[in-house]
């Protein structure tokens, strides 16, 4: 439900239904590439999709999207 997704990304930067072009992983810092061209850095990336479409999104990451990015800055 949005009040559960409220909770759980309380204090956390998302970015719902948004195009990434790809994701890797240097230094304990994900960076995420969007379609825009536009480069954000995070400490973690939660991918809520199928296993398949987040390994072709993977460059140097090993983790388990279009759909939805919670992307987490600790």
Same mark, same amino acid.
């Given at each position: 439900?949005? =009040?559960? *997704?409220?909770? #759980? !990304?309380?204090?956390? !930067?998302? @970015? $719902? /239904?948004?195009? #990434?072009?790809?994701?890797? @992983?240097?230094?304990? /810092?994900?960076?995420?590439? *969007? ?5 954000? @850095?995070?400490?973690?990336?939660? *991918? ?6 987040? =390994?072709? $999104? #993977? ?16």
């Amino acid at each position: 439900s949005t =009040l559960v *997704f409220a909770r #759980l !990304t309380e204090g956390v !930067t998302t @970015h $719902l /239904k948004c195009e #990434l072009v790809s994701v890797s @992983h240097r230094a304990g /810092k994900s960076t995420v590439t *969007f379609a825009t061209g536009q480069q954000e @850095h995070f400490d973690r990336v939660i *991918f809520a999709c199928s296993s398949d479409a987040a =390994l072709g $999104l #993977l460059k140097v990451c090993v983790c388990v999207c279009v759909c939805v990015c919670v992307c987490v800055c600790v």
